[in-house]
């Protein structure tokens, strides 16, 4: 009877610890702060002098060019071989949404990257989301608002 006691206590111990483990939690990234004990984000934003638009013609310094680079560390480097990483850009015109699109991850020695180009009117409400999940969406979720990381001339 002991040993059945036992084996409740300790199954009821791992579905408790298996829901404490299955939760989201999000984390807003700024110049000063862009790591925590999991994970590290390097962002840099280039503008772009010209870029073309789909009838061939330039516009001049009307985007920027983000460049994100994610590595896990610490403990969270076994961790993160059980999760799903993905990226997300969501642009707004001030309150009003205008897209999102997932980004395009590679992965080099570990470490994730992926680069986005947006015009630079957008920058101001407009962020990305990096997010390590689980099979079933759970997990850490870290953002910013593009504005943040643009460096004033």
Known sequence: MRTLATLFVLAGTLLVADFVRAENWYKRLTPKQTADEMYSLTIKVVPIKRASNFEGK?????????HVAVKPKGPSKDWTRDRHQSGEVRIFNGKDFISSSNVQMSQTDGAWSF????AAKYAEKSGIIFAATDSEGQGAHYWFYLKDFILSK
């Open 58 to 66: 330039d516009d001049v310094r009307q985007f920027l060019e983000f």
């Open 115 to 118: 680069s986005f180009k947006v």
